[in-house]
Each structure stands twice: as C-alpha cells, then as structure tokens.
C-alpha cells in the first residue's frame, strides 16, 4: 500500500500529450489560447503545439489517466505552471476567460501530479503558485456575477491546494524529529514561505476553530510576526472585536488582505448587528466617517448601502442603531477594496503569483 | 498470567465459546490479553494447530488473532492492523449470523478497541505517506461501523438478547477515533442513533459515561455551552470515583465550560484532582479581571490547554474577566456614565493594547451578550449603564 515503485511516472514531453492535442483539435474542442494565430475562424482550427495545455479530466469508468504518454514529468508540470501564469495571465484578453483557461489548466497539473506522486519538494513548489492564482482569483473576481465567476468553486480548490500544501510541510517536521536533526535537512528556500502560507489558511478560515487549532499545534519556531498577527486576528474575530481584526489587516500582505476582503460582509454584519444593540439609544447617533474608516469601506455610500440593507436607519449626522437590524437580511456581497486595486495597478501579476508578495 | 500451552489455551477457548462466556471468550482474544506476549502464540499460519481443536466460526478468529500478534512481535503494525481488521470483519459476520442472541458482545467491544488501538501503533508508523494523515484510523471507524450496522439491525430480537445493547460501546470506539483524527462531525449521525434508541438510558453506566464526556466535548467544541455543562457534569457525576484519572479529563473540560457560564470552582476540587496549578491561578485572573494575568498564564500553560483542546475556550474566558475589570472600574467611579476613556486606561495598566474604538467595541460585546446593562454613547465616549443591576451575575443569563 505504501510502496513508492507503484507510483507512475511521467513521459510527456509537452504541456499536452499528443494524443489529447490531435484528439481535441478534431473535435474543435481547443480553446482560442490554444490554436495558431489567424485559424480561429477556421472550420478546423489548428493546434498551436507550443500553446496546448493538457486539460482536466475526471477519472471515469473506463479511461486510463495512469498511461505513462499522457502524463507530464516535474520538469513539464513546472513548465506549464510558469507558462499558464506568466504568459497567458498577462495576455490581453477578458480576465474571466484566462481565469476559467488557468484554473482547469492548473487543475490538470495538479492531477498529474498527484497520480505521479511526485516528491514532496516539487509539490511544494507547484502548490504555491497555484494557491497565490485561486487567492487572487477570489479577490478579483468577488464583484462578479455568480454566473460569471463561483466563488464557492474557486474557494474549494484554493483549500484543497492549501491543505495539501499543510500536508506537506506537517512532513518535514516529521522528518526532522524523526531524524533528530535541524541541519537544513529540509532545504530551506522550500520552508521559508511556510510562516506566510500558514497565515493565509488561517485568515482564508477565519474564526475556524481547526485552523486556530493547527497554527497553535505547529512547532513553535514557525510563529514569526506574521503569524501571531494571523493568530491575533483571528481570534479577535472570535471574540468579536471586529476593528481590532481591521486594524491588524492593513499591516498585512498583499494577498492576505486580499482573501480577508472575502469575509469582509461577514465581519461587517456582525459588527453592525452587535452596535445595533450596544448603541441603541433613540437620541445618539454613531458617526459615519468614523465607522467607515473602522470597518474599512471604501466609502461612506458603501456603508449606507449596507445599513439600508440590513434596515439600519440613518441621517445626516450618523447612524441610529435602534434595535431594527434585520436577522434574516443575508450578508452583502463582497467588495473590492479601491487601496489594494490601487496597489495592484503598480504590480506586476507574474510576479505577485509566482514570486509571492512577501 | 503463567506460560500456558496453545493446546491448553485453545481448549479453553473452545470451551468459553460453546458455553456462551462472551467475556471469557473476549480476553483470550485480546491483545492486551497476557498471553499475548508469550512468542508461542505469535504465529503467521495457525491453521495447522488451531483446525485440531476448534472448529468454524472461531478457528479463523484464532487464526486471524495469532497472526495479528505475529505481526505486533515484529513491530509491523500496518500489517498487524490489517490482521486486525480482516478479524473485526470476520466477527461482524459471525455475529450477524447469531440470531436472537447477543452473548459474544463483549467479544466486540474487546476487538474494537483493539483495532483502534494497533490502527493508532500503525499510524505513529507510517512515515512517508504523502497525504492523509489519519487514513489507517478512518479506515478503522469503516471497519467498526461494520459491526455498528450489524447491531444496529438487530430489530427482531427481543430486549434482552438485541445486540442493539451493543450500539453505544461502538460509538464510543468511533468517538475515540474522530476525535483523534479531528472529524467531529462524523459524531453527528452516531448521537443521533443514540439518542433515538429506546435503550438511550439503560445502556451501561460505564459506557454512558464516556458517552456523555465525548458528547459534553463535542457540545463544548460547537460553542453550546449549555449542553456541554449538561453532558459533562452528568459525566463527572457518575464517573466511578476510582477513575480519577478519568475524572481528571473531564474536569479539565467541566471546568472552563462552568466558568464561561458564571461558575468558579472551588479550591478543593482543583486541588483534589491535581488540577490546581493549571487551574486556580486564572481562575483568579477571571474573577480579579486581572488582564495581565490572565495573558500571562495562557502564556505559561499555553501547550496543556493546546494538547488538551481547550485554548480557545479558555481565551473566551477573556471577555469575563472583561466585564469584571470594567465592573471595578464602575464601583470604583461610583457613576452610570463610565468614560470609555477610564476602561481604556484601566486595559492599557493591565498590558493590553486597547485604543478607545476597540475598547467600545469590547464593551459592545458585553452589552450585546446581555453581561452589562446599558448603552454606549460614541460622541460622549461614555458607556451609560443601567442604573439597576448593571452587571448582572453571569449565572443569571442564559
């Protein structure tokens, strides 16, 4: 059961096995990202070799994904991953099409790389990559419509990524107590960006009872500063001091801000749920200007459009929490927040995804 | 026990099986068993000696049971596992096939846990897999739920001889196992099973009791402070009181949960159980609403309330010792109109780093929860509180 001879290995020598290429491009089934330039229009577009990417396919009765020809080797897999975010992320097309291309391109690396069990260093250097693309993603695509863009989808495989990732680092540990040493047995430049990807399943879980119970279980040595800011935040989430956590946010990385961005509707209802009793009080009102810069809108309209939303009354001095915060008013789509796009517009995407923000 | 043939201890088995001696039977099968550390019970292929005295159903349990100890003398504890579990497999059907009796039970509850317990040895083993730390032991509550399923059925019999009895030291088997790999929710549909089971207050005591220090943990862990106290106070009722290590356990989850509800323990009791050290001092923290103190044991004992699970639940103490620094403030003040600005100060004496917003919002906190009566005034920055009862006692909320 645990023997590694069973495991296959790869010899693809391209980003898509031929077989699939031929296949695809005589069903028409290429994507435009994927055929030579100027045959779009084609009846039978034709295959950019250089630009077919191996795509996601389930295992399913009767279809052998274990065939050494159609399996990408590390070397391969690498390859595709700088490819899919370094060439086709910059590409000038709609952001929603080279989103749905990227994620069931990476999807198709990280199954070729499970089925290979390749070794543990390698995953560690693909997962990355592909964890910063699903947080960016989620941040990103958060205003669009759910027809558009499933955030739930997205966020699934961005925790799958990140708890393999866990899985992986949680070994090296192992292997250091198991070998009684410190030595930089584990390469280091695989581990240094741990304290960074534990963070961000932290915040990414918020509140999670699991997540707060993993950062506090891993050796002690991995809580640097940035990590007992996570801890920090998420507990105060707990505890529900909600402009501590928003206060603690902005000394954050980029990408971490980011994915807290998604559970800003949650933090903010609370916030306005539990002010809805603790201000209650028919002649006083709590400014605007001061709540908003508090619980980090980007505006004041914003604030109102959620106090409408949640049946907060409201004049021109503030708001007057009297008791009529509406319980079953669903929480309010996420929002971007204009500082971090600010930020993004002077940034280079390649390198946010595959260098990391740290 | 003194060295014993595997003749001899065949006939013996043989004998407690033909007679129904379901307990009998269960410790000759078990690996904690003396005899199971005897090498001449270690056997990878018994069936030459074992087919001389027993016949089927129980030679292949024998058989199944000496190669798991083969295995377990080699230190092979994937493979002693698999043995293991090939045997819990193998009884599940031999139980199903026992109508209308429920005699072998004991021989259940032996084998479970220690399937659970060789599944955690081959655990601990296992390095290398890349993923799913925890596999061997799901695959284990797989197995057990085998044996659930089988008793479960058990419809037909009357009440004494259901096997439906057996359900509940099944489910503290799984319990063990979901916990220690961190899947609570899976408890979910077992305290179903259990609660809806007519036999819900006969099972044995023993077993109700783990029963409810695993629901009281489970409650506890899902923030429902109420039906933890419940489960776990029912626990350390009627928990044995020669298993002090037991109640120990439970009073280190009793304990915080009973604080969070307005209750301090005693002295006494801490000391009783040798809990006291970890205990008393934040105990005073809480009541004192000594802040600094307060951080500075979650600092001190940090990895006991780690390993023990109970971090976060002690870290929601805060807010009560909160409300008795902010409580002080107002005695000593002696008005209804608190200045945020004094609780901010009182915060900030005690090492915390507290602005005046974040303190509003830990008041607000108070208040929603119904801890202090009052309101706050943000353009004042007073807390106005109620001039009756503004802190009402903790016990009195629900």
Known sequence: MLNLSNYIVGTCPHMCPIKETKMRENQRLLHIFEVVPGTERDELPKADLNRVVKSFSRSAAGKNLTDPEILRPVSILLETVNYLLDDIINNESDWLLKYNFIMDRLRSVRQDMVIQNISRAHQIVILQPIIRFHAYAAYRSCEEHINEFDPHINNIHLQECLKRLLCMYDYYDHLEITTKSNSGFSSDFLEENRPYFETLYLIFNIGDVDAINRTLSIPKHWRTDLLVTGLKMSLSYVAGNYFKVCKLLQTMPLTIQMIMYLHMPKLRRLCLKTMDVAYNSKNLSYPKIILTKLLLYNSEDELESDCKHYGLKFNEEGICFLKDFQQDAKKVKSRRSSEIDKILLDLDLSTLLLFGDI | ?398
């Open chain 2, 1 to 398: 026990m003194a060295f014993m043939t595997v003749a001899h201890y065949l006939q013996i088995l043989e004998r407690s099986w033909k007679n129904q001696d379901g307990n009998k039977t269960a410790q000759f099968l078990s690996l904690r068993h003396d005899h199971a550390k005897f090498p001449n019970y270690q056997v990878e292929q018994a069936e030459g000696i074992v087919d001389k005295f027993l016949t089927s159903p129980l030679d292949e349990l024998v058989c199944l049971h000496f190669k798991c100890l083969f295995y377990i003398g080699k230190q092979d504890f994937l493979e002693a596992y698999q043995a293991q579990s090939t045997l819990v497999q193998c009884f599940a059907k031999i139980m199903q096939s026992q109508k209308e009796e429920n005699w072998s039970l004991p021989i259940m509850y032996i084998i479970a846990s220690d399937l659970r317990l060789v599944a955690q040895l081959a655990e601990k083993q296992r390095v290398g897999s890349t993923e799913n730390p925890g596999e061997i032991l799901e695959k284990a509550a797989e197995c057990l739920m085998g044996c659930f399923r089988v008793c479960a059925a058990d419809n037909r019999s009357a009440d004494e001889d259901t096997k439906r009895i057996g359900m509940l030291g099944l489910v503290n088997q799984l319990f063990k196992v979901y916990f220690r790999i961190n899947k609570l929710h899976l408890c979910k549909p077992l305290i179903r099973a259990i609660e809806s089971s007519q036999f819900k207050e006969i099972f044995p005591l023993g077993q109700q009791v783990t029963y409810r220090y695993f629901v009281g943990r489970k409650s506890m862990y899902d923030s429902n402070y109420k039906a933890a106290d419940e489960y776990l106070t029912y626990a350390f009722e009627n928990c044995h009181k020669t298993s002090r290590k037991n109640k120990k356990l439970i009073l280190t989850y009793l304990v915080p949960v009973k604080m969070l509800l307005g209750y301090i323990p005693s002295r006494q009791v801490l000391e009783k159980y040798g809990i006291v050290d970890e205990f008393w001092d934040l105990v005073k923290a809480v009541c004192q609403g000594n802040l600094k103190l307060f951080d500075e044991l979650m600092d001190k004992h940090e990895s006991f309330f780690i390993t023990s699970g109970i971090y976060l639940i002690i870290d929601k103490l805060k807010i009560i010792a909160y409300r008795n620094l902010f409580r002080k403030v107002y005695l000593i003040l002696n008005t209804h109109q608190i200045p945020v600005e004094s609780l901010q100060r009182a915060l900030e004496s005690l090492g915390q780093d507290a602005d005046l917003d974040e303190t509003e919002c830990l008041v607000a906190n108070l208040i929603y929860q119904g801890k202090i009566k009052g309101y706050i005034s943000h353009q004042h920055r007073k807390v106005v509180v109620s001039k009756q009862n503004p802190f009402p006692p903790l016990t009195s909320l629900s």
